[in-house]
């Protein structure tokens, strides 16, 4: 056992703990009773110290834990519960943040990467905003801290011993450096390189929503009520755009690795994410208008301070437990709901009685607003957002309120909607609807001077297309047999319109010679994320139907029968337009490109390694000579999917692959795989194949005696006995001297081609042994069963079994790519008007006056709208 390593670990969580408890004092002295800007020196070189020594501790918390995962090191609970010895390197780095205390980590060491930006960039603001910063590491490392003071326990340590977690298993008793030889690996699911990559994004998007917090606060604090929203700007854009991206990220992985045939399906845990992202949205959009027009300011300063208290809630939700019977993937409560409630309500009681007390002294604009002025319809967007916000947060928070209720003694019978999908659709694609109008609008009335005569002539252009691009759409939506609802026309409506003005307002200041706009960027891409979820859910085509007039089994549900195609092994099935024919199963192997079949290696009793039976090429390269040694990938089994467009004649193959799973309900954990057109995604799954945990049930051997160069038929097959040689030890039989060892060269004709089988006759010390030989593809098995040397012949043994199948499961998603699209350009929008606020005149304030006049007639250039 190796102790130091998580000793180590430990303490320099506990120094981590320190000194964010210095830092966050230090930088409160070095400001208390003093103007923005100015500081203590001595409390500030102790608060900076401090700090930088708060980073080096997260920073050697960081190697240790993954120093413990990648050595193996099983004697510690974390690496054991999360990881394996198969698991390539960066599956790996998953494991760092799949638990709890992993993730609390990676959320701290973005927070300390935060800092030091922090501390270089915003010099003025450094004391104030760093004492908020602190003051949030010193909660969040209490996460981790695991230390019971006064037998209260503090966290929850990723160093704690397995021994020190199952205290109750014999084992430990009998033997208390006992180590387990084996993890119990990552969790299936998230063994896909998005899950590298989503979870650092999606948490560098929570800790970015600290800084405007941050800057809000400290804004409260020092009474610098107008000068915050500079400095904090650009931060919410990046926070902004990292978020969204980091919540597409997960809606890609749920649908490429999950099977249930879409990518959001509002699961509390993804409405913990989405929630505070559209408040946040809502609140760059607040802190624009302050910026550009002078109002709205009392707007930003709640929707930042409700921004980061939705993801405290949003991280209590998730954590505490109190999702474990309504989210397939909420962490288990690790006894930290306590800890996790008391961290979220100090910072939202600090948060809104600072706002309640500056409330009163926050400037506000005498400006009215009539509906010429764009400021209205960025309000109305952001209020839109907001009202969308809550309705996914009331529903969502039902199990919070009936535990709250249970705590205090009250049963209550608010359950869940019975269909949950149904209920947040409907009332979210309306907001989306909104959201795709009032974008456009505002966009086009934000660019010019607006009176009744140039908004009205602004908008006929797009409403005009609008009105001509939704009709041919439902035209072509009939002309194809399908039917289009009134909803659906409206919602087509609002996203031709959101990208035909967003569009539009581009062109034009692409043509008057202003840079581009990345709020009219960001908003077209929005509009045709809009669209793409419109045709990809809603026109979603299952093009499997069972049209065999055949129940394929009682025991399944009546969608898998009725939804499903049946492909026996080797035989084509018509399928919708398309040829499909099943070919075989395969295993992933590190190093081959693409998958090798099943019939090339030869298990051994590793599970891990195989043999090659026949030389494993791909792509023109030998990768492994017959009798090589193979490293194996064997939890997922791939099974290759022949398609043939009738119409076209294109071929291409799909490997949607399956695993058996105890802990899914059917056994069978199942991903799909994807062929993308421009147009269209083909998205197949398996939903059932042969349970490769039983034995095949293969029928009583046949017998028959055999010359070399007979025939022999098998069921619908025949082979021809070509010869007999010495054994190969690619069979396995680690042979020894003395052995004697034969195989049959068998040239099984199936119905395609033709099939090599060795079946081998062992002598060893005086006792015969046989091993058998199968061709999968065909069902068949054959034994060399005894030899007659003097005449000559050769006795085999012929079983049948079922042939090999899978129940297979298609559909057709239309124009899902402009959904990818969409949420492409609207990262693209964020990184611009990011680099429009920190580029030349981005600073630039206007004033009432100013920013009422044409931008074309300004002697700066004209800022977007983000």
């Not at 303490?11 to 208390?32: D, E």
């Amino acid at each position: 056992m190796n102790l130091l390593i998580g000793n180590i670990g430990h303490l320099s969580v506990i120094v981590a703990f320190a000194a964010a408890l210095v830092a966050a004092y230090g930088y409160f002295q070095a400001t208390r009773g003093r103007a923005l800007g100015d500081t203590d020196a001595s409390w500030m070189r102790i608060a900076r110290g401090a700090f930088f020594v708060h980073g080096a501790a997260v920073m050697v918390v960081v190697g240790c834990l993954f120093n413990i995962i990648h050595a193996h090191r099983y004697e510690y609970y974390y690496a054991w519960s999360h990881s394996s010895n198969h698991l390539p390197v960066e599956y790996m780095i998953s494991c760092f943040w799949e638990g709890q205390e992993g993730s609390f980590l990676l959320w701290i060491f973005w927070h300390v990467v935060l800092g030091l930006c922090i501390m270089r960039f915003n010099r003025k603001w450094e004391a104030p905003v760093m004492a908020v910063f602190s003051g949030v590491q010193l909660f969040l490392v209490s996460m981790i801290l695991g230390v019971v003071l006064g037998g209260v326990k503090i966290g929850s340590s990723p160093f704690i011993l397995l021994r020190d977690f199952m205290t109750d298993l014999p084992v430990f008793k009998m033997n208390p450096d006992f180590v387990p030889k084996d993890g119990t690996g990552l969790n299936a699911l998230l063994q896909n390189y998005w899950m590298v990559i989503h979870p650092p994004t999606l948490f560098l998007g929570f800790a970015l929503t600290l800084v405007p917090f941050a800057f809000a606060i400290a804004a409260l604090w020092k009474k610098e009520l107008t000068s915050w929203v500079k400095p904090a700007l650009p931060w919410t854009l990046v926070g902004g755009g990292v978020l969204g991206v980091g919540v597409m990220m997960g809606a890609y992985w749920a649908y490429e690795t999950l099977n249930f045939g879409g990518y959001w399906n509002w699961d509390p845990v993804e409405n913990a994410v989405y929630i505070p992202w559209l408040v946040l949205v809502a609140s760059l959009h607040g802190m624009v208008l302050w910026q550009k027009r002078r109002m709205g300011l009392r707007t930003a300063f709640a929707l930042v301070v409700a921004t980061f208290v939705l993801i405290l809630y949003a991280t209590f939700l998730t954590r505490s437990g109190v999702l474990g019977n309504s989210s397939v993937h909420s962490f288990t409560d690790l006894g930290l709901s306590g800890q996790l409630f008391i961290y979220m309500a100090a910072f939202t009681v600090l948060a809104v009685a600072l706002l309640i007390s500056r409330w009163k002294q926050i400037p506000i604009s005498e400006k009215e607003l009539n509906g010429y002025n764009p400021e209205l319809w960025v309000f109305v967007g952001a209020t839109v957002l907001c009202l969308g916000a809550f309705q996914v947060l009331f529903t969502t928070s039902i199990p919070v309120y009936n535990s709250f209720m249970g705590l205090l003694g009250i049963k209550t019978n608010v359950a869940l909607p019975a269909d949950q999908i149904a209920h947040y659709s409907k009332m979210q694609l309306w907001m989306g609807v909104g959201v795709a109008l009032l974008s456009g609008v505002a966009q086009i009335m934000w660019w010019q001077r607006n009176t009744k005569e140039t908004v009205v002539n602004s908008l006929t252009a797009p409403t005009l297309l609008t009105l001509l691009g939704t009709a041919l759409v439902v035209l072509l939506v009939r002309y194809n047999g399908l039917t289009i609802s009134p909803t659906y026309i409206v919602l087509t409506l609002a996203g031709l319109f959101g990208v035909l003005a967003n569009f539009g307002t581009i062109f034009t200041l692409l043509r008057r010679g202003v840079r581009l706009s990345g709020g009219a960027v960001a908003h077209l891409g929005i509009a045709l994320m809009l669209l793409g979820i419109l045709a990809s859910a809603g026109y979603s085509n299952i093009i499997s139907r069972n049209v065999s007039g055949l129940l394929y089994s009682r025991e399944f549900d009546e969608d898998l029968n009725r939804d499903n195609v049946l492909l026996w092994r080797n035989e084509t099935t018509p399928m919708q337009g398309y040829q499909l024919t099943y070919t075989g199963q395969f295993f992933e192997v590190p190093g081959v490109p693409g998958y090798v079949d099943k019939q090339l290696l030869y298990r051994t009793d590793d599970e891990y390694k195989a043999l090659a039976r026949a030389p494993i090429v791909s792509q023109g390269k030998t990768y492994y000579k017959t009798g090589d040694t193979v490293n194996i990938m064997p939890e997922n089994t791939y099974y290759r999917i022949n398609y043939k467009d009738v119409k076209s004649g294109e071929q291409f193959a799909l490997y949607p692959r399956a695993q058996v799973n105890e802990e899914m309900g059917n056994g069978l954990l199942a991903s799909p795989a994807i062929k993308k057109f421009w147009g269209h995604d083909i998205y197949t799954h398996v939903s059932s194949v042969l349970d490769p945990r039983k034995e095949k049930p293969w029928s009583e051997p046949k017998e028959t005696m055999l010359a070399v160069g007979d025939t022999i038929f098998l069921n619908d097959y025949f082979a021809v006995f070509r010869a007999i040689e010495p054994a190969h030890e690619t069979a396995g039989l680690n042979l020894q001297k003395g052995d004697l060892a034969l195989q049959a060269d068998m040239i099984v004709h199936g119905e395609k081609r033709q099939y090599h089988a060795h079946p081998v006759f062992v002598v060893r010390n005086r006792m015969v042994g046989r091993v058998p030989d199968e061709v999968e593809d065909l069902g068949v098995r054959l034994s060399l069963n005894a030899i007659d040397p003097v005449a000559g012949k050769f006795t085999f043994g012929v079983s049948t079994t079922q042939k090999d199948y899978v129940i297979l499961k298609a559909m057709e998603k239309p124009f899902i790519n402009l959904l990818w699209s969409g949420t492409l350009l609207m990262a693209i929008g964020f990184g611009l008007s990011l680099r429009q606020r920190g580029g030349k005149g981005g600073a630039v304030v206007e004033t009432e006056e100013t920013a009422s006049e044409a931008p074309a007639a300004r002697s700066t250039k004209p800022q977007p709208v983000a």
